[in-house]
């Protein structure tokens, strides 16, 4: 036993050896979700590929980006790698701060990855950080509870039967809730399902001259739709539950349905997990009939800083990581369910994937959100739940904060808009938009 | 006494740390006067010219500004009164005669030691969680509604996690100047008559002022930049963002250094008023 | 002459005193509890909690995932460093404000606590890029030095009210025995001041350690202290308790104990010797 460990050691440390021309030490800032966590825990396997070492500084998804925001601005060099999203990408990719990803090696296959998230993280054509996943979001429902109400739920839902289904499925004196969505104030929590619920009731945020529109009448009837809604048939205290809190009352049985981010599907029907694994539905984000789901688009994507004297381990690193030989490296070890989804089409073409319940649904929802185009009137932003523009991020946590209190109960639909609309044509102004 | 002599060597050694603190104190108070004068964002190429004093009055006209003020305002004087008053009890009723007293202060000190970080999240995690908090449970268990701490009741919510960070100092200080007390002066007080509350008002009070104006002095200094509590917990929602929060949101979320600028320049006016104010009624307490 | 208790008295004191001190140990307590239980028990009800299984889980899978000594070694450099330094500065000075105190001195020690007062937001970008050039981001020395910046008129408040507290009369003594300056502060003085400045050390390094805004904006992978090892178990996806428990535990732990040790010198330090 011991004589083969120490073997194993030396072929290790000679394997080490001999790439250690070029072997590197590369320093990866990401965000504390599963499959992150997942990518870490397997970096051995980068490692004896490549001969590169792997340092993370993983955090909580607010500090991460203050961090590799004050870090990208003032081009710290802290990181060789920043996992962002879709809505920095394009941003930094402009400002020159990324490197471009226009030189990935043959069998990576650039073109494998889908457009819709291609698009999304890149800037006048040219990549600028390579997707590990990518999410819409989608309607989970328990089909358990749809049955018992009597009801069907359609592949393609309108917010009218949603808001029906929910008040059909609510019984609270055995604790379950028709609906659970996110209020948690945040751009990317509560703030993020708002606008993309918005997008289907005709709601903007900005018209062509990046005028605030919460003044305007398709703002009112989203917040009144969703707060009426949420009072009858939405869990106690939502307005402060994100998608983990949304995420745990499903888990625990306590929602008929969740409309949230595509990957959790792959939670709630986790048996480890979850109680009510086997009874889970998905169907499309709702719609309001005037032509717009209220589905999202986003993807959690590794970017390589410019500047950083690291870059080709870096790319190493982002081509493994986003590989499908590191799809298939999950899939062998956790099953097929658990692979990071919506990055790849190939992946939606491999007959083992598509077996899992969620895989054609994901796919659809994804397909279906269109971030040049996301809603009804004209708008001059790029971005289904977000606008793509510096400024947004700032103002759209001060738009929810105020959204939030509504939830709670703080202050009225009419109050909370006139606030959105001075603070958000304020910021404009200070921007030098207006 | 001083000679020529030492007051020269004293001048040489004192120089480090006033030259340190002002490089520290100077260096970034003239960026932040620089900067809240500077249209400067870095995400749109950082320095994009002077703007006078449009930073100061866009800062101030936000209708999110006084809010703030009262905000910080109010977290720190409600934090102040609860530990001073609760510190004060607690610390009266350590002094007495018991079993265990050790352990006791051990128990009651332990929250001064952990990070603002952790609290905030074990409080707002493991405590005041509506579904799977424990005094949602405990609510629960007495057949009420679990209460909505971090929305429906943001404020006293934010200021009680802060005061159970806080107390264990209060009392300890406060305990420390109750232990030096004269006892044979109580017992006297005592065998005249004297009723608990009037040798609590007229000798044990008065005895306790000085250590009062010593709490009052640091925890204003530490509570009025108060952050990570509120950061981990409501982010600012709920009426809970404070000026320190504000600054935090137009720099590091709204990427507007200008506009944060600004706001520092007020929170240092703010800081000072209430230092003067503090120093007003307790400086004379401290000069021993 | 002592006065006469009654058993009955002190029980009752006991047992009020205790219930008190338990309620404001219990959060500490309760996530003691929780760190030893799976996640999915973690979130069930208090008696739930109790009586399920016992198990080491959430420990091994935090330090599975993250290098806890490293952290660990991070933020004991970075406290006790930036402690040392600081008074190593701030000894002279206090001594001098103690000892041969001018008209300016109060305003002097008033103006060092207001640069507390601080916002340290608003200079994040100017220090940030200060840290860059000069080569000190994601460097302990860095942090050392913001860190000991930060406290250093803490540390020279308590140093001051411990050395007024020195009777002027023994100095005199040793001067007109023909001890310079040196002599003084080595031989008379250094003595009498070290329980203060081991209090001073004390309270300091609880507060560099517990410090969050610096240590996490200033730092990356080599540099990272315990606070960014907690921020990487703050909000994860999925049921987090009995993980976030466990790292919030070893976060404090260290602390917390030395806490205990020094108590009594805390007191001290805490109140800058201003209650005896």
């Known amino acids: 036993m011991k004589l083969r460990s120490v073997l194993r050691t030396a072929t290790a440390v000679s394997l080490i050896a001999g790439s250690a021309a070029y072997a590197e030490n590369i320093v990866i800032a990401t965000v504390n979700n599963g499959d992150m966590i997942r990518m870490q825990g397997l970096t051995d396997d980068f490692t004896s590929k490549t001969g590169h070492t792997v340092e993370w500084v993983t955090l909580e998804e607010n500090v991460l980006r203050q961090r590799v925001t004050t870090d990208i601005t003032t081009k710290g060099g802290a990181f060789d790698i920043m996992t962002i999203g879709m809505y920095e990408t394009p941003i930094w990719g402009a400002n020159g701060w990324l490197v471009p990803l226009d030189d ?84 990317g929590e509560g703030g993020a399902f708002i606008t993309a619920m918005s997008n289907s009731f005709g709601a903007r945020w900005f018209d062509m001259d990046w005028n605030a529109q919460f003044d305007t009448q398709p703002w009112k009837d989203t917040l009144e739709f969703y707060v009426g809604m949420m009072n009858e048939s939405g869990p106690a205290g939502y307005a402060t539950n994100g998608f983990n809190e949304n995420l745990s009352l499903f888990q625990q049985g306590k929602c008929g349905m969740w409309i949230d981010a595509t990957v959790a599907a792959s939670f709630v029907t986790n048996p480890n997990d979850s109680t009510v694994a086997d009874s889970v539905g998905f169907a499309l984000a709702p719609d309001n009939g005037l032509g717009k789901r209220s589905n999202w688009l986003w993807a959690w994507a590794l970017a390589i800083p410019a500047g950083t004297q ?41 007959p083992n994937y598509m077996e899992v319940p969620f895989a054609q649904m994901t796919l659809d929802s994804i397909l279906s959100a269109d971030p040049n185009n996301s809603t009804v009137e004209p708008s001059p932003y790029v971005g289904v739940q977000f606008a793509a523009i510096p400024e947004f991020a700032g103002i759209a946590t001060e738009v929810s904060q105020e959204f939030s209190a509504v939830y709670a109960g703080q202050q009225s639909i009419d109050e909370a808009l006139e606030k959105a609309q001075a603070l958000t044509n304020d910021a404009m102004e200070a921007a030098g938009y207006r | 006494m001083a000679t020529q ?60 500004f006084w809010p703030a003020v009262a905000t910080t305002l109010i977290i720190v004087g409600g934090v102040l009164v609860i530990t001073i008053f609760l510190g004060v ?64 009741a943001s404020m006293p919510s934010l200021i009680m996690i802060v005061s159970w960070q806080w107390l264990p100092f209060a009392t300890l200080i406060l305990l420390t100047a109750i232990q030096s007390l004269d006892s044979e002066q109580i017992e006297a007080a005592e065998m005249d008559g004297a009723s608990w509350f009037s040798r609590f008002r007229f000798i044990i009070l008065p005895h306790l002022s000085r250590a009062i104006t010593v709490v009052l002095l640091i925890q204003t200094i530490f509570l009025l930049s108060i952050f990570a509590e509120i950061f981990v917990t409501t982010a600012g929602s709920f009426g809970t963002k404070t000026l320190t929060y504000l600054i935090f949101q137009r720099v590091l979320e709204s ?30 307490n401290l000069d021993a | 002459m002592a006065r006469a208790i009654t058993t009955q008295r002190k029980t009752i004191n006991t047992l009020f005193a205790w219930a008190v001190g338990l309620i404001i140990f219990f959060p500490i307590l309760w996530i003691f509890v929780l760190s030893f239980k799976s996640e999915g028990d973690a979130i069930k009800a208090p008696f739930e909690v109790l009586t399920s299984a016992w198990t080491l889980d959430s420990y091994a899978t935090v330090q599975d995932r993250s290098d806890y000594f490293k952290h660990f070694w991070n933020s004991v450099t970075i406290a006790v460093g930036s402690t040392l330094l600081g008074i190593l500065v701030a000894v002279p000075a206090a001594w001098s404000m103690a000892f041969v105190p001018s008209k300016r001195t109060r305003g002097i020690l008033m103006w060092m606590l207001s640069t507390k007062m601080l916002p340290a937001v608003g200079v994040l970008y100017p220090i940030y890029i200060g840290f860059i050039k000069l080569g000190l981001l994601d460097t302990r020395i860095g942090l050392v030095i913001v860190l000991m910046l930060i406290n250093l008129p803490i540390i020279v408040w308590m140093l001051y009210t411990y050395f007024k507290e020195i009777p002027g009369e023994i100095l005199e003594a040793a001067r007109m025995d023909g001890a310079g300056l040196r002599e003084e502060v080595m031989y008379v003085l250094t003595p009498m001041a070290v329980p203060g400045i081991a209090s001073t050390l004390l309270l300091n390094v ?53 806490g205990w040790f020094s108590q009594k010198q805390l007191v001290r330090g805490l109140t800058f010797g201003a209650v005896k």
């Open chain 1, 104 to 187: 990935l090696s043959e069998e990576y296959n650039v073109d494998d990855i889908l457009p819709a998230m291609a698009g999304g993280l890149s800037h006048d054509g040219t990549l600028y950080a390579a997707p590990f996943y990518g999410e819409s979001s989608m309607i989970m429902y328990r089909t358990d509870l749809m049955e018992k109400a009597g009801l069907e739920m359609p592949e393609a839902p309108t917010w009218s039967f949603v808001r029906e289904a929910a008040a059909a499925m609510t019984d609270r004196d055995n604790d379950i809730n028709g609906i659970c969505l996110r209020g948690k104030a945040g751009w």
């Open chain 1, 310 to 350: 690291k870059e080709g381990a870096a790319k190493e690193f982002i081509e493994w990581a986003t590989s499908t030989d590191y799809i298939e490296l999950v899939a062998s070890k956790e099953g097929w369910a658990n692979v990071p989804p919506g990055a790849r089409t190939s992946l939606y073409e491999n």
């Open chain 2, 5 to 64: 002599h030492s007051q020269s060597a004293a001048r040489i050694m004192m120089a480090p740390a006033v030259i340190l603190l002002l490089g520290w104190m100077l260096v970034p108070l003239t960026m932040t006067l620089y900067f809240s004068f500077k249209k400067y964002l870095p995400l749109r190429g950082g320095d994009l010219g002077w703007v006078g004093f449009e930073n100061y009055t866009r800062f101030v006209s936000s209708s999110s």
């Open chain 2, 89 to 152: 009890l607690l610390a009266l009723l350590l002094d007495q005669p018991m079993w265990g007293q050790g352990v006791v202060r051990i128990l009651v000190i332990a929250p001064f030691f952990v990070m603002p970080t952790v609290s905030g999240l074990v409080w707002k995690n493991m405590f005041m969680d509506p579904t799977n908090g424990f005094l949602a449970y405990m609510w629960r268990a007495f057949g009420a509604e679990p209460v909505q701490w971090l929305s429906q």
């Open chain 2, 255 to 284: 990427q507007n250094v200008g506009l944060g600028s600004a706001g520092g320049v007020y929170a240092i006016i703010l800081a000072n008023i209430v230092a003067a104010f503090l120093i007003r009624i307790v400086g004379k």
């Open chain 3, 206 to 258: 609880i507060l560099a350690w517990n410090e969050a805004f610096w240590t996490l904006n200033l730092t990356a992978a080599k540099a990272a202290p315990l606070t960014a090892f907690i921020a990487s178990y703050s909000s994860p996806e999925g049921l987090f308790y009995a993980k976030l428990s466990a790292a919030s535990v070893m976060a404090i732990a260290p602390i917390l104990i030395m």
